[in-house]
């Protein structure tokens, strides 16, 4: 009994000695270490848990377990409970989401190598491994990302699918999601992008303002998914673009920060975590066991439609407005998320006929073109599920004529010389013009209305007219008559034509238009191009 004591006495006491000698043998390693370089210290940043990184990698030197810790975490299955919200360890936290924690140093072996030799040589630091984030635009990446949503009223969720990769060092994917609350957020980090990287500029700012257009209520689902055929666009652009700039990887960070993160090992990913009536963009990232992660797959930006068996509601603020010719009808939008578009009516007596050929899906207006003052019209909103409203009724009134005569100072001359003459004196229904000639010579009217009539003096020495509306060139007229002169014989004088319809354009989208008139340098019968105008009627 006594023997197996002492035997186990003196294997105790040779391990203490074994301990002994290698933390004194430590210790001597410290003692003859160069000083850290500052791109050492750097590196090792400051502290205690600079402090604790030199002693780490101290104590693997002595015990040859150099080994890395593998960071790659399990890869739960796409849709479960454990796969909601998976951060990897190296990411910001967003919105409180639980991060993975770091992986742990493995503790040496017992039966490792024996002590090695300290070198001077050699730092007393490893170096660090890439961010877990930090791309690599020479990885293979995930392509043809592509989603689709499937909807149930307790049950919404997008189905992701993509082209996977094929590298020995492969690990996993991870799937960024941002929802619509998100999007000023990553707006804003794309702004910066754009202050580092003047090429991204263009889509930033056409990608603040498509997020700004799809905060608006109710559009309808054809002008939901061109706007976000637009976000899809300019996200492509710009994390091409960041990809590509080392100086942006802080602003790659960011987004993720801002994200909810989903790793899995499959080419698909069923996202049950949406709700309906929203907005959510996805891109997808393959992750390799250097840390390093491929650049962003294309994205995919979605609307999650509510749809509803029940009719919209009865369209709001319908009004009916007259030019003769021309009705324009105009009504607020519907509210409703699953909204596919309208159709409006004409009543010929109590039956409805329909103007529209197709379903009205962009904006809230129609023009009928040959529609008169006291035309009853109606407009009924319809769903993706074809479920109709109830109509809304109006009856057409003219729209107020504004007049803007020769001496109107809302007309502009840019071009030639356009002399003030009066012939009210010289003859019955004489009147005030604009008279120009010279091919070019140009006057200019902005106005507000939908239709725009010219109207203009007919005599001998005229010519051609061109009129332009918004820059293209909507009518000619030749203005030359027979007319506004006194015979050399002595025989009665010959009248010109006054306040002659010269020129009418109906149906224009509503807001500011620009009317040019312009001489066109193109003679009348008596060989003279001089061309006028007396005044232009806008409604």
Request: a negative charge.
């Amino acid at each position: 009994m006594r023997k197996s004591v002492m035997k186990g006495f003196w294997k105790h006491l040779a391990a203490s000695a074994g301990i002994t000698a290698i933390f004194l043998a430590s210790a001597l390693a410290v003692s003859v270490m160069p000083a850290a370089t500052p791109a050492v210290r750097a590196a090792e940043g400051s502290g205690a848990s600079a402090f604790a990184r030199s002693f780490t990698a101290m104590v693997r030197e002595v015990s040859g377990a150099t080994a890395r810790p593998s960071a790659a975490t399990a890869s739960p299955a796409p849709g479960s409970v454990a796969a909601a919200r998976p951060t990897p360890a190296t990411a910001v936290p967003a919105r409180g989401k639980e991060v993975s924690p770091a992986p742990t140093v493995p503790a040496p072996s017992p039966s490792g190598p024996s002590v090695p030799d300290v070198k001077p040589d050699v730092p007393d630091v490893e170096p660090d491994l890439p961010a877990a984030s930090a791309i690599n635009p020479g990885l293979p990446a995930p392509s043809e990302l592509k989603g689709e949503y499937v909807y149930t009223p307790r049950n919404p969720r997008i189905l992701l699918s993509w082209r996977g990769v094929s590298h020995p060092q492969f690990r996993d994917y991870e799937v960024e999601k941002w929802e619509g609350e998100d999007f000023p957020a990553v707006a804003e980090v794309y702004s910066y992008l754009a202050e580092i990287d003047p090429g991204a500029a263009p889509y930033a700012k056409d990608l603040s303002y498509r997020f700004e257009q799809a905060g608006e209520a109710g559009l309808t689902q054809t002008e939901r998914e061109e706007v976000l055929a637009y976000v899809r666009k300019d996200v492509d652009a710009l994390n091409a673009i960041m990809a590509e700039n080392p100086e942006a990887a802080d602003l790659w960070e960011k987004l993720l920060s801002i994200a909810d993160r989903y790793t899995t090992k499959k080419t698909w990913f069923n996202d049950k975590y949406v709700s309906a009536d929203g907005y959510y963009l996805y891109v997808v990232v393959a992750r390799y066991g250097t840390g390093e992660t491929s650049a962003p797959s294309g994205s995919v930006a979605m609307y999650t439609y509510r749809y509803s068996n029940q009719p919209p509601a009865v369209p709001t603020g319908f009004i009916a407005t007259a030019y003769d010719p021309g009705v324009a009808l105009e009504w607020n939008r519907n509210t409703e998320s699953d909204l596919a578009g309208y159709d409006v009516y004409l009543l010929q007596g109590t039956t409805p006929v329909k103007l529209n050929a197709e379903l009205i899906t962009r904006g809230t207006e129609f023009f009928h073109m040959t529609g008169a003052a006291g035309s009853s019209y109606q407009v009924v909103a319809v769903s993706v599920t074809q479920q109709r409203s109830s109509p809304a009724t109006a009856t057409a009134v003219l729209a107020p004529a504004r007049i803007y005569d020769a001496d109107n100072p809302a007309w502009l001359y840019p071009v030639g010389t356009w002399a003030r003459e009066n012939y009210a004196s010289l003859e019955v229904g004489g009147r005030v013009l604009r008279v120009s000639s010279g091919a070019g010579s140009r006057a200019s009217l902005t106005f507000t209305g939908r239709r725009v009539r010219v109207f203009s003096a007919r005599y001998w020495s005229c010519g051609t007219v061109n009129y332009y509306v918004d820059g293209q060139l909507k009518g000619t007229f030749d203005l030359y008559h027979d007319g506004g002169y006194t015979p050399d014989d002595g025989g009665p004088r010959k009248p010109a034509l006054w306040q002659q319809k010269t020129f009418e354009i109906t149906g224009l989208s509503k807001g500011q238009h620009t009317l040019v008139v312009e001489a066109s340098g193109i003679p009348g019968a008596e060989g003279f191009d001089f061309v006028n105008f007396d005044y232009a009627e806008v409604r």
